[in-house]
């Protein structure tokens, strides 16, 4: 069965306080691992697709990087604004469809 | 840009009752997801559709559960008779690659 964890649940950062949010997954083969960020009340707003270990994405303040068991979202410099949960998913290499996601994180970032 | 809709946002229903929750995913993607989210808990992939059929069904997708693409642009979400257990956050998603997701419908079953 496909696991996704994410740590820490929560994250509190002062605006400017860089870090980073840790995805572990074990799945049978990785056909893609996904990171979305989630507001309240709406819906995953993707963000970046990972597909295999040593590929980096950048957004703006977000950077996201995948090994053959973990995923890392770093945040550089955050804003009031990038308060949100992010989420990790998986997509798993045995032919599903569906994405199996981890709980996320709850970040915030005070001004 | 383009974007998956759903309505209605909210739905409100009396256990027992049917609910049909409806999307019109992104133009020109191929495949249609549901997926739920009970209120604190984590994204669930309920089902997955393809060329007019369904393509992968997660355990949580189970007699009471039915999906239709009446036309060429609605994707429905049908719960036969709706249980308190029922009551979630629905999310369509499409794709050609990544999935894209919709703003939701809160159901809400009292």
């Known amino acids: 069965e496909d696991q996704v964890t994410q740590s820490p649940e929560a994250l509190r950062l002062q605006e400017g306080e860089s870090s980073s949010l840790n995805c572990s997954y074990t799945v049978s083969g990785l056909r893609g691992l996904f990171w979305y960020r989630q507001d309240p009340g709406k819906g995953p707003e993707f963000l970046f697709t990972?597909?295999?270990a040593g590929e980096e994405k950048e957004k703006e303040r977000l950077k996201a990087t995948l090994t053959k068991k973990e995923s890392f979202l770093h945040i550089t410099a955050p804003k009031p604004e990038d308060s949100a949960t992010y989420l990790c998913?998986?997509?798993?290499?045995?032919?599903?469809?569906?994405?199996?996601f981890g709980k996320g994180t709850h970040l915030i970032i005070q001004p | 840009e383009p974007e998956v809709t759903q309505t209605p946002s909210h739905q409100v229903t009396q256990m027992g009752q049917e609910v049909i929750l409806r999307c019109v995913p992104i133009s020109n993607h191929l495949y249609f997801y549901w997926y739920r989210q009970i209120l604190g808990q984590k994204v669930e992939f309920l089902v997955s559709?393809?060329?007019?059929?369904?393509?992968?069904k997660s355990e949580i997708f189970d007699d009471q559960f039915s999906v239709e693409r009446p036309d060429g642009s609605n994707f429905t979400l049908k719960i036969r008779s709706t249980k308190l257990e029922d009551s979630a956050m629905y999310f369509c998603?499409?794709?050609?690659?990544?999935?894209?997701f919709g703003p939701g419908t809160r159901l809400t079953v009292l």
């Open positions: 559709f393809y060329n007019n059929e369904i393509s992968e």
């Open positions: 998603a499409s794709s050609v690659k990544e999935q894209f």
């Open positions: 990972l597909y295999s």
């Open positions: 998913a998986v997509l798993d290499g045995g032919g599903a469809d569906g994405l199996t």
